[in-house]
C-alpha cells in the first residue's frame, strides 16, 4: 500500500500560549498531507487534479485525532500517510506524527469524491471514485 | 446540564478555494466555545482560570468531527456546546453546529486538566479536576 | 464619513507562545472587518455583493499595521473601520484596533474592485467601482 | 549582507474562495522565514535563542506588504529575506517572495529585541540588541 513521509517544521505561529501546537493546526498539516499522498500518487497537483477528474473537490464527512504527545516550535516532525480503505466514493486516509521515533499525533480523514452539479456550479454530489485513481495507490 | 450558546459568522477567511469552510476553523471555533463554556460555568475567563486554579492548560487527547452539512462566508450559525462527562482528570465536551435548524457539524473533545511539575514551567501533567469546578456545570 | 464598529474576542488560538495575539491574526480581523463594513453599507453581506456587482472579491494591493499595545486571550477588543480614500478602481480601507480606550493597533488596506474576465473565470482585472457603492459610505 | 531562502508550497487551506491565497499567511510565511533567517545566521533555533540571549520574543511594531501578483493553492514559491537595517533595539527584515522569476510580494517587519521584566514574567521591554548577534549577519 502506497504511503507518503512528509517533514513538517513545527513553527512559532502554530504554537498556543501553553508553547505546544494548537490542535487544529494538526488538521491542517495532515489536510495538507493528503493533497501530498495524492500529489505523489497520481504525479501531478490538486489544482491538476481537479481538472482532470472535473471533481469539485475531495471534502471531509469525518476527521479524529488522537494527541499522544505534543510538539513545540521549532521540532521537526515526520507525518507518514496512507490510504487505509477504499469505499465506492468514499475513502479513509490514515495520518501518523513522528517526533522522532515517538508516535505523537495520530489522525483520520473520511473523504468524499465530490463533483459538481452540471447547472448549478455551487452545488456538488458523491461520485464513485474512478478505478485509475484507485489502482495508482496500489 | 449546563450548556453554552454561541453564535459564530463564517468569514471569508475561514474558506477554501471550494467556497465551504476549510474544516480545521470548525476545531478552532469548537476550541474557542470550550472557552467560553467554562467562562460562562465559572464566570470568569480562561486567563483567570488558568491562574485560580493554578493550571497550566486544558489540552486535547482526542477530537473528532462529523460533517454533515458545509456552511460559507456570510453564514451565520450557532454553536450549542456542553460538558458530556467527567472523568477524575479528563473531561469531554459536545459542540453541535447549527446552520438554521440544520445540525450541520457535531464535534467532540476529550481534554486533560492540567498542572505544570514544580520546578519545571515547561513540563505539564494531569490532575484531578477540582469538584468546585464540576459542581458549576451542575 | 460612515464607519463601522466592531467586538473581536481575543481567542486562545490567536495567540502565540509569547501569549499575544500572533500578529498576521490582525490582518485577519481587519479584513472579517471590511466585510462587515461593506455589508452595513451595502445592507447585504459579501456573497450577495459578489453576485449582485458580478465581481470577484475585493484583493488587497497593500497592506501595513503599526502595533502599538498587545493584546492577550480574553480580552475584547473594538475595531472601528473606514473608508479613507476612493480612487477610481481602488480604495484604502483603514482599521483602528482599542483596547478599552488605548489604540493598540492601526491598519490600513488598499484594495480593488476586481472582475472576472470574460471567457476565463480564472483570472480578473481591476474594474471602476461603481458610484452606487461609493454613495452608500457617505 | 546575510540573506536566506526558502521554498514553501501553497496548500488548499492557505486560500480563499476566489482561489487564491488569503493574504495574511503571508504575514504567517514571512514570520517563519524570519525564525529560519536567524536560525540560519545564529546556528541554533528559535527556542534556543529565547534561552540563550533571555529574550521574551521579536515582537512586531510595524509591518507591511505589496501584493503584486497572487499565488494559487499547488504554487511552490521562494522567499528570500534579509536583515534591511539594525537600529539600537530594533531591525528591519525585508521579504521578497518570488513566483518562478516574478516578484510577487514583497514585505517588510520592524520588529524589537525584547527582554523579560524581572519580577514580572508576564510584561516585557525593549533591550539593546547584542552586538555578538548582529556580527552573526554581516
Known sequence: MLSHHREIQIEWGDCDPFGIVFFPRYFEYFDACTNA?????LGFPKAEMLKRFQIAGIPLVQASCNFHVPSSFGDVVKVESRVLKWGT?????????????????????????????????????????PKEVIEKFA
Request: hydrophobic content about 35%; aromatic content about 8%; proline content about 7%.
Open 37 to 41: 499522498l495524492f500529489h505523489h500518487a
Open 89 to 129: 466514493s468514499s475513502f479513509t486516509v490514515q495520518h501518523r506524527l513522528f517526533r522522532g521515533e515517538t508516535l505523537a499525533v495520530e489522525g483520520l480523514e473520511k473523504r468524499v469524491w465530490t463533483v459538481h452539479i452540471p447547472g448549478d456550479p455551487s452545488k456538488a454530489k458523491s461520485h464513485p471514485i
